[in-house]
């Protein structure tokens, strides 16, 4: 079974500001790993995923995440936010073996203020 | 293209009454899936469906009922609602298994249970 932790529950910044919200996963198998955000009132929306290959991956608007496999981390990152980035960030996790179900932490709310 | 859709957006009920949330997607997605958002408790699988015949029980499948008659369709149904089962619900599809598909959400039904 795999579980995630963001520890961070809410992370306030200033406008152009960097940011990184955290993500710890524990899993016994190999894992996929996501970002989704939610804006207010929304649904989920896939922000970057992590499958094979190169450690770090981007988003189109400025975010990246990498994955750590000795500390079982997947950060997220942004060297200068925008008030438009103020969203609730989720970290998700699914094992890569037999059928994936993604397993989700509490989320993290990202407040930007000018 | 609508995407996936979800009625009601909101809904009242009353303990011991049962209602059908809808769920429908117009993307020929096979995988269809059930999520439950509770504060600081992120998002739980209720139940999910892998085609049209074929259901299974997520992480939190009591108090829910499922079935898949189409491949567009993908309802969820209370039995008798608890206050407990206040929450906002969001339905979410992707053409195959996790990860190699991005997973598509619903805006999500708002539940308030008296």
């Known amino acids: 079974a795999q579980s995630v932790t963001q520890l961070d529950s809410q992370v306030p910044v200033f406008e152009e500001a960097p940011v990184e919200l955290r993500c710890n996963y524990s899993s016994s198998v190999s894992v996929y790993l996501f970002w989704y955000v939610q804006y207010p009132n929304q649904g989920l929306q896939l922000l970057l995923k992590y499958l094979s290959g190169s450690t770090l991956v981007e988003s189109i608007n400025g975010f990246e995440a990498e994955f750590n496999k000795s500390q079982t981390s997947f950060h997220l990152r942004k060297p200068s936010v925008h008030i438009s980035d103020t969203a609730e960030y989720f970290c998700a996790v699914s094992s890569n073996t037999g059928f994936q179900k993604l397993v989700f932490g509490t989320g993290t709310r990202l407040l930007v203020s000018p | 293209n609508a995407g996936v859709t979800q009625t009601p957006k909101f809904q009242v009920l009353k303990t011991g009454q049962s209602m059908t949330l809808q769920c429908a997607q117009d993307?020929?997605?096979?995988?269809m899936s059930w999520y439950r958002q509770d504060p600081g408790m992120g998002l739980r699988l209720i139940h999910y469906s892998v085609g049209a015949g074929i259901t299974d029980q997520g992480e939190v499948p009591n108090g829910y009922n499922v079935s898949r008659s189409t491949t567009e369709d993908f309802p969820l149904r209370l039995l008798s609602a608890a206050p407990s089962q206040t929450s906002v619900y969001f339905c979410?599809?992707?053409?195959?298994?996790?990860?190699?598909?991005?997973?598509?959400f619903g805006p999500g039904t708002r539940l308030l249970v008296l």
């Open positions: 993307m020929n997605h096979e995988y």
């Open positions: 979410a599809s992707s053409p195959e298994e996790l990860p190699q598909e991005t997973q598509y």
